[in-house]
Nanobody, 118 residues
C-alpha cells in the first residue's frame, strides 16, 4: 500500500504564511510526479503547483510569485505559501504519480484545510 500523509494546514490571517508537507510511504513505488491541488466549497478541484522527478515546476497563475513547491527528497513534497489571500482558502490535496510493480499509479492524500481570514 502507498500512503500519503499531509501536514501543515491551518488558520492564518491574510498576508501570512503556511507550509504544507506531503510524505509518501510504500514499497516498490517510483515517483515521477508530485503535486498540490485545492478545492474550495462549490468549486472544482484545481492544480496549485506540481513538480516532476527532474525538478520541473508548474504553478497556477493565481499563486505564481507567492507559492513555492519543493521536493527535498524523492518521497516528500512541500508547498510554501506566502502572502496568503482569503481566496486561497480551500482543502489542499497532495497527488503523487509513479510506477509501482510495473503499473502506473495515482494516489491522493486525505486533504488538509487551509483557511485564510481577512
Amino acid at each position: 500500500q502507498v500512503q500519503l500523509v499531509e501536514t501543515g494546514g491551518g488558520l492564518v490571517q491574510a498576508g501570512g504564511s503556511l507550509r504544507l508537507s506531503c510524505a509518501a510511504s510504500g514499497n516498490a513505488f517510483s515517483i515521477n510526479y508530485m503535486g498540490w491541488y485545492r478545492q474550495a466549497p462549490g468549486k472544482q478541484r484545481e492544480l496549485v503547483a506540481d513538480i516532476t522527478r527532474g525538478g520541473n515546476t508548474n504553478y497556477a497563475d493565481s499563486v505564481k510569485g507567492r507559492f513555492t513547491i519543493s521536493r527535498d527528497n524523492p518521497n516528500t513534497v512541500d508547498l510554501q505559501m506566502n502572502s496568503l489571500k482569503v481566496e486561497d482558502t480551500a482543502v489542499y490535496f497532495c497527488n503523487v504519480r509513479g510506477i509501482r510493480f510495473g503499473l502506473v499509479r495515482d494516489y491522493w492524500g486525505q486533504g488538509t484545510q487551509v483557511t485564510v481570514s481577512s
